[in-house]
């Protein structure tokens, strides 16, 4: 859970346009150089969308030098963000904490798609990259249906009960009905899936 700048955003009287890399709020329009992370070597402005309520927020990724040395040092690997694009493994984690609703802050984000992408080429020029401005849908997180679909995507639904979080079924009518990850429907679709009971 990220720490609430409401000192901040209640004396300005804007909505923040993005948010940096600590989800602080910022009101000038996102650059590159405006970034937290002086020595990034890329950045993104991320789409996300808070788990609980759906409220959209722009927010900042980077990644430098110093970041994959400390990796490194951890036995980890980190990975540009560019090929964390293309896999649609790029994540914020919990969303700006605006109060928004209750639990949403407390809950990783679902992100959705990159508006912008840049990488340095020199220590004073960026460049942008367009082919990297895609959706993002994670794995784990709820997806459309196609129509006619009133089942539950099993595997889909795997996926997020893993990770403790609850499914949105879309049903023909067009409405999205909420399933408890720990109901016993839950519990026959992971059991017919993996062959496991979750235990109680």
């Not at 970041?67 to 980190?78: I, K, P, T, V």
């Not at 560019?82 to 904490?97: Q, V």
Request: charged share 25%; proline share 8%; with cysteine.
């Amino acid at each position: 859970m990220r720490t609430n700048y409401f000192d901040i955003i209640s004396r300005i009287g804007a909505a923040p346009l993005w948010f940096d890399e600590h989800a602080v709020p910022r009101f000038e329009p996102f650059e590159p150089r405006l970034l937290a992370n002086i020595y990034a070597e890329e950045a993104v402005l991320l789409e996300i969308a808070c788990q609980g309520c759906d409220q959209i927020f722009h927010v900042a990724i980077t990644i430098s030098v110093h970041d994959r040395y400390l990796a490194s040092e951890d036995g980890h690997q980190a990975h540009e963000l560019a090929e964390m694009i293309r896999a649609s493994a790029i994540e914020f984690g919990d969303p700006p904490n605006v109060d928004c609703c209750p639990a949403g802050p407390t809950m990783n984000s679902v992100p959705h798609r990159v508006i912008e992408y840049w990488k340095r080429k020199t220590p004073f020029e960026w460049v942008r990259d367009s082919t990297l401005e895609i959706p993002v849908p994670a794995r784990w997180a709820a997806s459309e249906r196609p129509s006619g679909a009133d089942d539950v995507d099993a595997q889909l639904y795997v996926d997020r009960l893993l990770v403790g979080v609850s499914l949105e079924e879309q049903r023909d009518d067009g409405t999205r009905k909420r399933i408890d990850p720990m109901s016993p429907i839950a519990a026959q679709i992971f059991e017919g899936i993996t062959g496991e009971k979750i235990d109680e």
